[in-house]
Every structure is written in structure tokens, then in C-alpha cells.
């Protein structure tokens, strides 16, 4: 990867606590800012919050959109990389797949989605009319649960 793309982590150890004979103990300490989630954080096991964006921005005095576009650049990156370890699936290796704009859902297919949601939770839905078109459940008989 090239220098503009390095993980936050990274540009945070180079550019600021290597010049500077800091620790990373003590920079966690004085972001107040957890061992285990700035760790998890630079591994790749766990996304930056905003908040982590905001507190490395605040400690070393810079903007926060650095940060955030810092870490997009890295996350492009690691994206191609990992793309370009994939093999080609053998149905797709003559065709192109585009993407087009889905249909917008309707308030039926809303409907349907909390219905689908209610009947896998093992609830029997209800459709109240008194209640002004809402939706009510209740726990499904033993019948049905089968």
C-alpha cells in the first residue's frame, strides 16, 4: 500500500508518536480512549466509531474529515486487494452484472415484511380495523407453532 493509504493506526504511530517519543499507552490514556477498542481498531477486527475519529483528531490537533477520509482511502485499498485474491465465480466469467436502481417498496410490501418478520418469530398476526389499521400480535397457538 502507498503512504496515503495507510490504516489510521498507522499514520497515527509514523506521524505523530514516533516524532514525538510518545506511547501508545499514554496516547489511549490521554484520548480517553479504551486499550481494547483503539487494539481491535488497528488489527481491522473492529471499524472506527466517529467518536474515535473525533478523539483522534482532538489529541492531535487536526480536522476530523482526515481521519474519516484517511481510513475510506485504506478501506478502497484493502477492498481491491481482497478483490483481487477472489477467483472468478465460473456462471459470472462471461457476463457483466450491472446494477440497476431496485423499485421502490411499497406500503404493501412493508406490510408484508412485518408480517413475514411477526411469522418467524412464532406470533400470529391480527389485523385490528378498530385500531386504525394497526397490526396487533399475540403469542400463536401450539397448532400452529408445528
Known amino acids: 500500500m502507498s503512504k496515503d ?27 480517553q480512549m479504551s486499550n481494547t477498542v483503539y487494539s481491535h481498531t ?9 467518536t474515535f475519529f473525533s478523539k483522534l483528531a482532538h489529541y492531535t490537533n487536526t480536522d476530523v474529515e482526515f481521519w474519516i477520509e484517511q481510513h475510506a482511502r485504506w478501506c478502497v485499498e484493502r477492498a481491491k486487494d481482497l478483490l483481487a485474491e477472489l477467483k ?26 412485518d408480517l413475514n ?16 389499521g394497526k397490526f396487533s400480535a399475540f403469542p400463536a397457538p401450539p397448532t400452529m407453532l408445528k
Open 88 to 113: 472468478p465465480r465460473p456462471c459470472f466469467e462471461d457476463k457483466v452484472l450491472t446494477c440497476e436502481e431496485p423499485e421502490p417498496y411499497t406500503d404493501k410490501d412493508l406490510i408484508m415484511f
Open 5 to 31: 493509504t495507510r490504516h489510521i493506526c498507522d499514520v497515527l504511530r509514523e506521524e505523530f508518536l514516533e516524532p514525538n517519543n510518545l506511547s501508545r499507552i499514554k496516547a489511549v490514556k490521554a484520548m
Open 42 to 50: 488497528a488489527k481491522g477486527k473492529q471499524m472506527p466509531s466517529i
Open 117 to 132: 418478520a411477526l411469522v418467524r418469530d412464532n406470533k400470529k398476526v391480527a389485523y385490528n380495523k378498530k385500531a386504525e
